[in-house]
């Protein structure tokens, strides 16, 4: 599953082992390794939080 924010195109695999969060930075560890996303406000990290959960 990809997820595009601000032009920018982030891959996550199945499974998630684990996500960090970090006012707005997020990183995710996924079976290819860890993926650090800065994210300019709060809503914007909620919004990929939420698509992460829902997937």
Same mark, same amino acid.
């Given at each position: 599953?990809?997820?595009?924010?601000?032009?920018?195109?982030?891959?996550?695999?199945?499974? =998630?082992?684990?996500?960090? =969060?970090?006012?707005?930075?997020?990183?995710?560890?996924?079976?290819?390794?860890?993926?650090?996303?800065? /994210?300019?406000?709060?809503?914007?990290?909620?919004? /990929?939080?939420?698509? =992460?959960?829902? =997937?």
């Amino acid at each position: 599953m990809s997820y595009t924010y601000n032009g920018m195109i982030y891959s996550i695999k199945s499974p =998630v082992s684990s996500i960090s =969060v970090n006012k707005h930075n997020i990183v995710v560890t996924d079976q290819d390794g860890s993926k650090l996303i800065k /994210f300019t406000n709060a809503n914007d990290s909620k919004s /990929f939080l939420a698509w =992460v959960y829902q =997937v």
